[in-house]
């Protein structure tokens, strides 16, 4: 098991960036596939991007394709969403998820460890 803590969140203007960082303890990291997912007002969770234990692997949901990018540092023990061309529509919390295993993962009834997530806001 993993303890995952996710940061850069904020209030941004659309058509802006940001980061998100998620900071994973624990020695196993490196075998986790992990995934963002997002939460809006109202809203059931969705999922965002996953990627796979060495980064070779990535997907992403079509809202986001072209705009976010999913990556890992597994040396730091961080995987980071970058958002660029942010639309109102991002609004919402994003919550960095992971599991044990060799793929990337969409439904997030296959995550196992969760971060308390981070509120990201874009502005219109």
């Known amino acids: 098991q993993v303890q995952l803590v996710e940061s850069g969140g904020g209030l941004v203007q659309a058509g802006g960036s940001l980061r998100l960082s998620c900071a994973a303890s624990g020695r196993t990291f490196g075998s986790y596939a992990i995934g963002w997912f997002r939460q809006a007002p109202g809203k059931e969770r969705e999922f965002v991007a996953a990627?796979?234990?060495?980064?070779?692997?990535?997907y992403y949901a079509e809202p986001v394709k072209g705009r976010f990018t999913i990556s890992r540092d597994n040396a730091k023990n961080t995987v980071y969403l970058q958002m660029n061309s942010l639309k109102h529509e991002d609004t919402a919390v994003y919550y960095c998820?992971?599991?044990?295993?060799?793929?990337?993962?969409?439904?997030?009834?296959?995550?196992?460890?969760w971060g308390q997530g981070t509120q990201v806001t874009v502005s219109s």
């Open positions: 990627i796979s234990w060495s980064g070779g692997v990535t």
């Open positions: 998820a992971g599991r044990r295993g060799s793929g990337f993962y969409v439904p997030l009834e296959e995550y196992n460890d």
